[in-house]
């Protein structure tokens, strides 16, 4: 079974910005996709960002721009550039790939955003 280590979540500051990372613990036969999701407290689990073959790359609406999503699916690792960050993007972020084996998420890392 693969395992999704994230990590870069943190505080961060309104209009700044932060990085998130993902690594698998192995490379998944048959990755296609990896990317992330985002839940908040009440809410279902929204699409952030994802990238497909480690070329196309698609994004949620809320993003506008503010968003870089860069993956490897050959070592299984995908990073979120995220920047002007409004308080309204806090929330747990999720990791995630698909492959042959179906979905795997991550654990989770909790990214907020505040003074």
């Known amino acids: 079974q693969v395992q999704l280590a994230e990590s870069g979540g943190g505080l961060g500051q309104p209009g700044g910005s932060l990085r998130l990372s993902c690594a698998a613990s192995?490379?998944?036969?048959?990755?296609?996709?990896m990317g992330w999701f985002r839940q908040t407290p009440g809410k279902e689990r929204e699409v952030v960002a994802f990238?497909?073959?480690?070329?196309?790359?698609g994004y949620g609406d809320f993003v506008k721009g503010r968003f870089t999503i860069s993956g490897d699916s050959g070592k299984a690792t995908v990073d979120l550039q995220m920047s002007e960050l409004p308080p309204e993007d806090t929330a747990v972020y999720y990791c995630?790939?698909?492959?042959?084996?179906?979905?795997?998420w991550g654990q989770g890392t909790q990214v907020t955003v505040s003074t």
């Open positions: 192995k490379t998944p036969s048959g990755l296609v996709t």
């Open positions: 990238i497909e073959n480690s070329v196309f790359t």
């Open positions: 995630y790939v698909d492959a042959t084996g179906g979905r795997e």
